[in-house]
């Protein structure tokens, strides 16, 4: 790959007899926005840590920026902006006390901090509450803050554990789509940390799944839909006011198609299997043949359908069938799938 900027090489970290991190080898480019995907209790915290220096390694090297974080946590902590799942404010304080504290912490000089903490403000949306006391922050407007409080410190890497948790649904859309937007614009390294299968999914460039201390699979959706899914990793379903009788001289037509894989008749529809989204190609096809289409459903195999089958299919390569299976069903638990 090339500009990496996270490097991390066999990495392994045990508690005792649990391993927490297992051979743990993944490369991050800049600029992307890398989702670490899997359940509480993967892992995925401990990682984190190496990554920081704020856990040592068992075996194994975690190369942030090109600086071993292990041997040199300090110079590391000074390129990268660690946001932890829950962020703590002094709540006497205003949001902008806060970060001129912070700043002052860091080394930023009172003439560059004001104009600092104006413009990240904004950034993050809290111009018109910089002044509050954090006390009378919403969950939401605090996890804006801690975004804000590692703005101003300008990281070339953003680390999000879990960012998401206990904010309600508008404000994920619109944090998600904050940090998308920073990473394009400022050309940011974001590691985004979560259970949360579809908020990864709407603003991460790859995703790796890890689970039971193991990345056991990483890709971008495309290339793990394919891997997972094989040639037809499209679907298109279509209903029709015809009935299934009429249907059925068709399929075998739309077989000859280009990219049709297979081709299933439905009580008052058909589904296409696709290697590709051929859909505009197939109604054009069903309109010539005089046939009475209600509704077309495109369907992209997602993460959802992606961790599921993985787990159905590829169970050999978690080292512990039984934990994994444990770990699963939480997962899916916590998930409502």
Known sequence: MQNPIIELEELTKSYGSVKAVDHLSLTIGRGEI?????????????????MLGLTEPDSGI???????ATSNPIAVKRKVGYMPDSVG????????????????????????????????????????????????????????????????????????????LGIDPTGIKDFLTLIHRLSRQQGLTVLLSSHHLHQVQQVCDRVGIFVSGKLVVEGNMDTLSRNLFGEASFAVQVTFRNNPDEL???????????????????????????????????????VHQGLDITSVHKKEFGLDEIYHRYFENNQKHISNGKSTGLFQRSFFRRNNV
């Open 34 to 50: 890398f989702g670490l995907l899997g359940p509480n209790g993967a892992g995925k915290t401990t990682a984190i840590l190496m």
């Open 62 to 68: 975690a190369r942030v920026c090109g600086i071993n």
């Open 89 to 164: 404010f002094y709540d006497g304080m205003t949001a902008a006390e806060n970060l001129m504290y912070i700043g002052r912490l860091n080394g930023i000089t009172e003439n560059e901090l004001l104009p600092k903490i104006q413009a990240t403000m904004e950034t993050v949306g809290l111009a018109d509450e910089m002044h509050k006391k954090t006390s009378v922050y919403s969950r939401g407007m605090k996890q804006r803050l801690g975004l804000a409080d590692l703005l101003i410190r300008e990281p070339e890497v953003v680390i999000l554990d879990e960012p998401t």
């Open 248 to 286: 059925r001289g068709h399929t075998e037509a739309l077989m000859k198609l280009p990219g049709v894989r297979n081709v299933t008749l439905q009580e008052n529809g058909i589904d296409i299997s696709c290697a590709e989204n051929i859909t505009p190609d197939i109604v054009r096809f069903l």
